[in-house]
């Protein structure tokens, strides 16, 4: 059984940036991705982006492009998700998967506990 531990998260202002971490306890297979999804109150789950295990090679949604990126370091590493320039349509919790990619919600394995991350001045 997988884990995924995150961390990060809180309130931050409109503008700023936020980078959550997302560990897991066992070493993913090469085809594999581990990802990021939000939900905000009274809407569905969005994806927000995710990372092949394999070949570490990132995608994430248009609506955060150019704002977010995900990035790990080696394969022992978390997975982050650095967050800039933060709307306060960001606002949402933030729970970290773990699935065979390409990852979609419908595809995720495993979930993380969820974060809550609240842009607001």
């Known amino acids: 059984q997988v884990q995924l531990t995150e961390t990060g998260g809180g309130v931050v202002q409109p503008g700023g940036s936020m980078r959550l971490s997302c560990a897991t306890s066992?070493?993913?297979?090469?085809?594999?991705?581990m990802g990021w999804f939000r939900q905000a109150p009274g809407k569905e789950r969005e994806f927000v982006g995710y990372?092949?295990?394999?070949?570490?090679?990132?995608v994430v949604a248009d609506s955060v492009k150019g704002r977010f990126t995900i990035s790990r370091g080696d394969s022992k590493s978390p997975v982050f998700l650095q967050m800039r320039d933060l709307k306060s349509e960001d606002t949402a919790v933030y729970y970290c998967g773990a699935g065979p990619g390409p990852l979609e919600a419908s595809r995720t394995r495993y979930w993380g506990q969820g974060t809550q991350v609240t842009v607001s001045s």
């Open positions: 066992e070493r993913l297979l090469s085809s594999w991705a």
């Open positions: 990372i092949r295990w394999g070949s570490g090679v990132s």
